[in-house]
């Protein structure tokens, strides 16, 4: 399959970033296909149920990084997997980094173990490119307000506040390719941006 094989990008970011309507933009302008974390297979489906509800049995942390992971390793083999074999790009709305950042830095849990987790349940399969959509918690909330609110999200400022830095930590790390965007620009000049570096992966060949 070299050479045919698809390209993975991950959108990341807090929650009410904007990544999810960037996610449909970019999708469509690249006839990607488009899926998400947690939730995008039936056991995922399942899972996010228990993760996100506010009227379910309580989570313990490491149980919902493992959840987390699970979902994970569902949708990589069901979704991911086959799609970047079959040579189709995958935009994915969150992957193995946000457990990094919110299992992790958000949480407290252990980095190393976490990677080491997440490496084991997606079987290594790492993204082209990781985009984060960087914006002020406070923006974020804002944006928030009116929606229902999830189990994490219910967590409140300060925890977000930490997944915030932590994602800006990972990125300065930068293992991986990274894009930071400024999320308080417009949809457009955001879709831009992210467009942009899409272009820098693809090389000189184009998107296909
Ligand atoms: P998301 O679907 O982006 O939220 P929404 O539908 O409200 O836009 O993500 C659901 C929540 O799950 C979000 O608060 C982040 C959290 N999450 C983790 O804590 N760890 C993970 O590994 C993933 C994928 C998500």
């Given at each position: 399959?070299?050479?045919?094989?698809?390209?993975?990008?991950?959108?990341e970011g807090i929650d009410g970033c904007g990544k999810?309507t960037q996610?449909?933009?970019?999708?469509?302008?690249?006839?990607?296909?488009?899926?998400?974390?947690?939730?995008?297979?039936?056991?995922?489906?399942?899972?996010?149920?228990?993760?996100?509800?506010?009227?379910?049995?309580?989570?313990?942390?490491?149980?919902?990084?493992?959840?987390?992971?699970?979902?994970?390793?569902?949708?990589?083999?069901?979704?991911?997997?086959?799609?970047?074999?079959?040579?189709?790009?995958?935009?994915?709305?969150?992957?193995?980094?946000?457990?990094?950042a919110?299992?992790?830095f958000g949480?407290?849990?252990?980095?190393?173990?976490?990677?080491?987790?997440?490496?084991?349940?997606?079987?290594?399969?790492?993204?082209?490119?990781?985009?984060l959509f960087d914006l002020p918690v406070s923006v974020a909330a804002a944006r928030r307000s009116?929606?229902?609110?999830?189990?994490?999200e219910?967590e409140g400022l300060a925890f977000q506040q930490r997944v915030a830095d932590g994602y800006l930590t990972?990125a300065?790390?930068?293992?991986?390719?990274?894009?930071v965007v400024d999320a308080t620009e417009p949809v457009?000049s955001v879709?831009?941006?992210?467009?942009?570096?899409?272009?820098?992966?693809?090389?000189?060949?184009?998107?296909?």
């Amino acid at each position: 399959m070299t050479g045919t094989r698809g390209r993975l990008v991950a959108l990341e970011g807090i929650d009410g970033c904007g990544k999810s309507t960037q996610a449909l933009i970019l999708a469509a302008r690249l006839d990607a296909v488009s899926t998400f974390e947690p939730g995008a297979t039936p056991l995922g489906a399942a899972l996010r149920h228990l993760l996100l509800g506010r009227d379910g049995a309580p989570v313990a942390v490491r149980a919902e990084a493992l959840m987390m992971a699970a979902d994970r390793a569902q949708h990589v083999a069901d979704v991911i997997a086959p799609a970047l074999d079959a040579g189709h790009w995958v935009v994915t709305d969150r992957y193995s980094t946000s457990t990094l950042a919110y299992q992790g830095f958000g949480r407290g849990l252990d980095q190393g173990e976490l990677e080491a987790m997440v490496g084991w349940a997606t079987g290594g399969l790492r993204p082209d490119l990781t985009v984060l959509f960087d914006l002020p918690v406070s923006v974020a909330a804002a944006r928030r307000s009116g929606a229902g609110v999830d189990r994490m999200e219910a967590e409140g400022l300060a925890f977000q506040q930490r997944v915030a830095d932590g994602y800006l930590t990972l990125a300065a790390e930068g293992r991986d390719p990274w894009l930071v965007v400024d999320a308080t620009e417009p949809v457009e000049s955001v879709a831009a941006a992210v467009w942009e570096a899409v272009e820098v992966l693809a090389g000189p060949g184009g998107i296909r």
